[in-house]
């Protein structure tokens, strides 16, 4: 019996393993849903891809993301992993309540998740005069166009422990063909005012920093203060958000905040994604009554789709452009309250989700744009990613 | 490939194991695991399985020409130097050749040395000699040779297998499922000790040594040398142990490798205990031609020096490498005439204490190559700085979970499973294989996480 038992398990090994390059082959997952992103197929063998290595590579790379239990395996092992270094981390995160404890990928100030901020030294300040001259050049091309830039300090922006500023916000203000009073920023000093505006496990603003970075663009664009949209009320949605920061440092799910949202009265308007109908960007309007719906960001105020029109059918009032990242997610909604027709794009995702080359010149002319709003943070004005075309 | 990567695990692994023994022929089971092996080769190095190839090619033409001038000493002398020549100038091209350029400031192209090539080019050579001392017989078969020379269990990693070792089991062996469970739990135990213990004691030393703060005092760089101490005895014999496990899938017996060095109570005793095949390898093949000891105590002290200044620059081409060899071959010297009967007069825990000393301080020169970081690691052990723990922890708190890792390193090298009873009959079988099983699963948990690599800008 005992030998019997020594061979079936042997053989099982065996069959289970193979059975799982089987796995990656005859039932291939399109999603990682664990690490949000497509998962890696099996790739293609040729000769080429042999010899340089990327088949290899490839295959090493689907069967992580295909095999039974991957997702599972890893989740285990992130939650318990994590779970044991917070809780050596204690004493340490007590002690050192003030002062960047390393965490996973990021670091920990103040039970918060955070980045450490950059340094403007030569390759940030290069970086930075590409994206200047590239929208300079936009702005020069354009005269018809009034153009606004709102950029949105962060944790990356400040360092905690010293209070110094990295500056970028101010190189990019004077280096930016703007006309007088028409950049602003999301004012991060210290460590009181992150806390208040960001969320402790995701990279974006948390509903208290979005809105006030809403009431200074639109401020920004000419909205005075009486029209500005007034919360409703503010609601935990009784989830738990384990954000951006918390899925890089493997915490996902063991470092989580309360989700708490800021509710409006919007005016009723149409949307288009990427050339679609849309009931509506992001779900706002159902998200607290459905309980199924996971606490992240993007699911509540929407994803980085390339194109979203929002349409109050309001003619009387401007069209304008916004070309942002992902923090003008929870903006677009607010700021297209005050125009008759709000163009948002991220230059990221356009042409690969609508199909074709944004050039500015066009798509102001063919939508009778006549204000451009720059948003976003370090990311926005210096990757380029973002680089405006024409 | 390596053996602790899901390519090997899922793909590798269970094809050959499946396809292996799906033939009946031996003919065939050699042709399958030949295939296999050059398929695991080229994955990680598909340009350098032509050097692989080669090196079996000069080896398989050498022992022909070696066997046919049998009854001519002069040309068998000479067939067996120039084959061994032309391999020791393969491997001097690609892995010594940029070394030695370099330190005489001649600037040549940089060459990427092929995985494995000190391994295989030994056992080549192991195999060139015995035939011209006549302990083995001439292998007449390429594929047969070049399945001894590519046989992917030890291929890139050792142990240094002997063609006499294996010589008649490549022609005749005999798979059983004794064999068969004992080597794939084998492997799994080895997979374990690179895995689960080598990787994560690994990180202890690499954060302690890159982290550039005045916080890693001498207490910090004892634990480094602590780790990669561990380290090394897990990476290298957990590789030994898959090896060994492995080749007993397919009916292959390997000598051992590493039979518990860090219980030594010598040095002595640590290089009959620590890569056991390497170590008799060039006992059997430079020191005793040499002279060994039989030609007076001047002679042997000379044999010893070039011995362990060989054994050095084998394990690396750099300056440390060579001062790790010459710095046992002191050690050696030391306790072979001058200390050796003394010591072994003391107790046995500070005759133990002794070895893994200076078998620490070892490894701290085996590992730091950059001769500057050396410096700074071999001042800063001996001469007190205070650690600043909590700046260390703060500055990557990974380490505060790597660290829980030493103790189960240090009770896992010592021979603890020999001192534990096994129970007998069916209770104890599911033990053991839950246990295994469960170690595996441990494993392919611990692989799949270094995959991680979520996408904050999707649907989130």
């Known amino acids: ?390 | 490939m390596v053996f602790s990567s899901l390519t090997f695990l899922y793909f590798f692994l269970p094809c050959v194991t499946v396809l292996y023994y799906v033939c009946k022929n031996r003919a065939w089971r050699n042709g399958v695991l030949l295939i296999f092996s050059l398929v695991f080769y080229s994955w990680g190095e598909p340009k350098y399985i032509l050097l692989l190839l080669l090196a079996a090619a000069e080896a398989y033409i050498g022992g022909l020409i070696i066997d046919a001038a049998a009854q001519r000493p002069r040309r068998k002398k000479t067939a067996m130097a120039v084959t061994a020549v032309l391999l020791l100038a393969n491997l001097f091209v690609f892995k010594y050749l940029g070394f030695v350029c370099g330190n005489l400031g001649i600037r040549v192209r940089e060459i990427i040395l092929p995985i494995g090539i000190s391994f295989y080019t030994f056992q080549i050579l192991s195999y060139v000699i015995d035939l011209y001392r006549g302990k083995t017989r001439v292998q007449k078969n390429y594929l047969l040779l070049l399945l001894y020379v590519s046989f992917f269990p030890q291929l890139i990693a050792g142990p240094i297998v002997r063609y006499q070792t294996v010589e008649r089991e490549m022609a005749s062996r005999s798979e059983n499922w004794d064999d068969f469970t004992g080597g794939l739990r084998r492997f799994v135990t080895g997979l374990a000790k690179k895995v689960l213990i080598a990787n994560n004691v690994a990180q202890v030393a690499t954060i302690i040594y890159a982290g550039n703060t005045d916080a890693h005092g001498t207490a910090a760089y004892w634990v480094a040398s602590l780790a990669y101490t561990l380290q090394i005895y897990f990476d290298f014999s957990g590789y030994s142990d898959m090896a060994i496990g492995m080749g007993r899938m397919f009916g292959f017996h390997f000598l051992e490798n590493f039979d518990y060095p860090y219980i030594s109570k010598s040095i002595t005793e640590f290089w009959r205990r620590w890569h056991i095949s390497l170590s008799t390898w060039f006992r059997d093949y430079v020191y005793i031609p040499l002279g060994g000891n039989r030609k007076g105590a001047a002679r042997q002290i000379l044999n010893i020096c070039i011995v362990w200044a060989l054994t050095g620059i084998w394990h690396g081409a750099a300056w440390n490498f060579l001062a790790w060899g010459v710095y046992y071959a002191v050690l050696l010297l030391l306790e072979k005439f001058v200390y050796g009967k003394y010591l072994e007069k003391l107790p046995g825990f500070f005759r133990w204490f002794y070895a893994m000393f200076f078998v620490n301080v070892g490894w701290v020169l085996f590992n730091l190559v950059d001769v500057a970081e050396l410096e700074k690691a071999l001042r800063i052990m001996f001469v007190w700085h205070s650690t600043d723990w909590a700046g260390v922890f703060a500055s990557n708190t990974a380490l505060m979970t790597e660290l829980l890792y030493l103790p189960i390193a240090v009770v896992c090298c010592l021979p603890v499973k020999k001192k534990l009873r096994p129970i007998d009959g069916l209770p104890g079988a599911i033990i053991e294989n839950v246990w295994y099983v469960g170690l595996l699963a441990l494993c392919i948990m611990f692989i799949l996480s270094s995959s991680y690599n979520p996408f904050i800008y999707f649907r989130f």
């Not at chain 1, 291939?28 to 992103?37: A, G, L, S």
């Not at chain 1, 300079?136 to 990356?156: G, Q, S, T």
């Not at chain 1, 939508?367 to 990613?385: A, E, H, R």
């Open chain 1, 1 to 390: 019996m005992k030998k019997f038992l020594d061979r079936a398990v042997a053989v099982g090994i065996i069959l289970f393993l193979l059975l799982g390059l089987f796995w990656m082959y005859l039932r291939p997952d399109k999603i990682n849903t664990y690490e949000n992103r497509y998962a890696n197929q099996a790739p293609r063998l040729t000769a080429a891809s042999y010899l340089d290595g990327s088949f290899q590579d490839g295959f090493d790379l689907a069967l992580a993301d295909q095999i039974p239990f991957s997702q599972r395996g890893k989740r285990t092992y992130n939650e318990k992993s994590t779970a044991l270094l917070r809780a050596e981390l204690k004493p340490l995160l007590e002690r050192e309540r003030y002062k960047y404890v390393s965490f996973g990928t990021d670091w920990i100030y103040n039970d918060y998740l955070v980045y450490k901020p950059q340094t403007l030294d030569d390759t940030l300040k290069g970086e930075l005069d590409a994206k200047i001259t590239n929208i300079n050049n936009c702005i020069a091309a354009h005269p018809e166009l009034k153009f606004y830039a709102y950029y949105v300090k962060r944790d990356m922006d400040v360092d905690f422990e010293t209070g110094m500023q990295t500056g970028e916000a101010e190189y990019l203000e004077q280096g930016l063909d703007l006309a007088s009073g028409s950049f602003s920023c999301l004012n991060i000093g210290d460590f009181a005012a992150y806390s208040k505006n960001f969320y402790k496990t995701d990279h974006h603003w948390n509903a208290q920093g979005s809105y006030e970075g809403y009431r200074e663009a639109a401020a920004l664009l000419g909205v005075s203060e009486n029209e500005l949209l007034v919360p409703t009320g503010e609601a935990d949605t009784g989830r738990q958000l384990s954000g951006s920061k918390a899925a890089s440092s493997r915490a996902t799910s063991v470092i989580t905040e309360p989700f708490s949202v800021l509710t409006f009265d919007y005016p009723a308007e149409d949307v288009t994604i990427n050339g679609k109908k849309a009931s509506a960007y992001g779900k706002e309007d159902t998200f607290l009554a459905d309980t199924a719906q996971k606490a992240s960001y993007a699911n509540y105020y929407g994803e980085d789709y390339g194109e979203i029109i929002f349409d109050t059918h309001r003619t009387d009032r401007d069209n304008i452009l916004v070309i942002g990242d992902s923090y003008d997610n929870a903006v677009l909604r607010l700021l297209s309250a005050h125009f008759n027709k709000t163009f948002s794009v991220d230059l990221r995702n356009y042409q690969t989700q609508t199909g074709k080359p944004f050039r500015l010149s066009e798509y102001v002319k063919a939508n009778g744009i006549t204000k451009v709003l720059l948003i976003g943070g370090s990311s926005f004005y210096s990757k380029p990613d973002f680089t405006l075309e024409g």
